[in-house]
Structures are given as structure tokens and as C-alpha cells.
């Protein structure tokens, strides 16, 4: 079965500093995608970055970059230089196999302090 | 990236009614996918619906509760039925952006519904 784990319920970050949202994931399948999403206040739901198991490179989209470490079985978000707009929930995602399901963590709510 | 919009975006409801929450894209699209969110948790997947079939539900869903349509391929709609203060939550629809299962998911602004 597939287990994602998110360890943090909140953080806090001063703007303009980088921040760091941990996600570890567990799966035997060999094939498997990872992803993060955003959902501000509004209760959208944002796509951010996806790491594809086999991908060699870190994944990278603007201010945010995926810190893939395979071995472990996490993949970190990273965002850098914070906004205050960044304030929001931030979810970790993954399917693979054959499975078309998108199992989500609990979340890591973000506060970003001027 | 699909565009995805739902209607309504909000809505305040009565204990016993039931409300249809629409979910329209923008280009044709295979699966299409119900998530609720509680309030304070995760999503949690309720079903997935395909054009020209039955929705396939989750655990702890059934189909005279959460009935399921699909007319098209951009078009799907979710009823929460004889619903209970329980039922608040935010409802959101999904799309894939390919077929392959590492293809990104896309969310709709999803549905706030309020049970009193």
C-alpha cells in the first residue's frame, strides 16, 4: 500500500528566507510519481512541482524545487525566497503502479512573517 | 494545464436536502475524480467517474449517497444527498492531464458546503 507522510502540522518563515516542507512516502512500486500542491485560504487546490521516479534531476519550478532523495523515500519541498502569499496549506502527493488514485499527506500549514 | 471550473462555488444547506455540485473542463478528458475535504483534513478520494460507465466508489462511499454522473467528456456532476452537518466540507473535482498514471492531476476551485 501506498503511505504518504507529512511530520509537519505548521511552520513558520520569515519572508524572503527559504523554507523547507517535509514528505516522506512509502511504495513498492518501481514507478511512481511524487507531487505538491498548495491550497490557500480559498480551498483551491494548486499544483506546484512532480518528480517522476525515475527522473535523475531534482525537479525545479521557479521558487520551488524538489529535494528527491530516493534511498530515503522523501521528497522535500523547498521554497526559496518566501512571500507572503506563500502562506498556505501545502500537501505531498503520490501515485504509481497501476493505480490512478492520488493518496495525499495530512498537510504542513506555512506562515510566512513579514 | 486543463481549466477547470465547478459550480456553485459556496453554498449553505439545510439537514435532508441534497445538493448537485457540477464540475465542467475544458477539453475532453478520460477520468474525472471526486475528493472531499473535512474541514482540518486531507482529501480523500470519494470516486472516480468514466464517460459511459458506472462511477467506481471508495471505501466508505456508496453511490445512494454521493451519486455520480457523467454525460460527456468534460462534464460530471456530484450530488451529496440527504445530507447531515457531517457533510460540510469542500468538495473538489479533478482531472488528469494525460494517461499515464505519473501525469499530473489538475483540481477544480472545488465546492464549500456548509450542512446546518
Known amino acids: 500500500a501506498q503511505k504518504i507522510t507529512q511530520t509537519q502540522p505548521g511552520m513558520f518563515v520569515q519572508e524572503k528566507e527559504a523554507v523547507t516542507l517535509d514528505c516522506t512516502y512509502d511504495?513498492?512500486?518501481?514507478?511512481?510519481?511524487l507531487f505538491w500542491y498548495k491550497q490557500p485560504s480559498s480551498g483551491e487546490m494548486i499544483f506546484l512541482i512532480y518528480?517522476?521516479?525515475?527522473?535523475?534531476q531534482n525537479a525545479t519550478e521557479g521558487r520551488y524545487s524538489l529535494n528527491f532523495q530516493k534511498a530515503r523515500k522523501s521528497a522535500n519541498l523547498v521554497i526559496s525566497a518566501s512571500q507572503l502569499g506563500d502562506s498556505a496549506m501545502y500537501f505531498c502527493?503520490?501515485?504509481?503502479?497501476?493505480?490512478?488514485?492520488?493518496?495525499f499527506g495530512s498537510g504542513t500549514r506555512l506562515l510566512v512573517r513579514p | 494545464s486543463a481549466v477547470i471550473s465547478q459550480k456553485p462555488s459556496r453554498d449553505i444547506c439545510q439537514r435532508g436536502t441534497s445538493l448537485t455540485i457540477q464540475c465542467q473542463v475544458d477539453?475532453?478528458?478520460?477520468?474525472m475524480f471526486w475528493y472531499r475535504q473535512q474541514p482540518g483534513q486531507s482529501l480523500t478520494l470519494i470516486a472516480t467517474?468514466?464517460?459511459?460507465?458506472?462511477?467506481?466508489?471508495e471505501s466508505g462511499f456508496v453511490i445512494d449517497k454521493f451519486p455520480i454522473s457523467r454525460p460527456n467528456l468534460t462534464f460530471s456532476t456530484l450530488t451529496v444527498s440527504n445530507m447531515s452537518p457531517e457533510d460540510s466540507s469542500i468538495y473538489l473535482c479533478s482531472v488528469d492531464s494525460g494517461t499515464g498514471v505519473t501525469d499530473t492531476q489538475y483540481f477544480g476551485p472545488g465546492t464549500r458546503l456548509t450542512v446546518l
Open positions: 502527493a503520490m501515485r504509481g503502479g497501476s493505480s490512478y488514485k492520488l493518496i
Open positions: 477539453s475532453q478528458v478520460t477520468m
Open positions: 467517474a468514466n464517460q459511459g460507465s458506472e462511477a467506481t466508489y
Open positions: 518528480q517522476g521516479s525515475y527522473d535523475e
Open positions: 511504495t513498492s512500486d518501481q514507478s511512481y510519481g
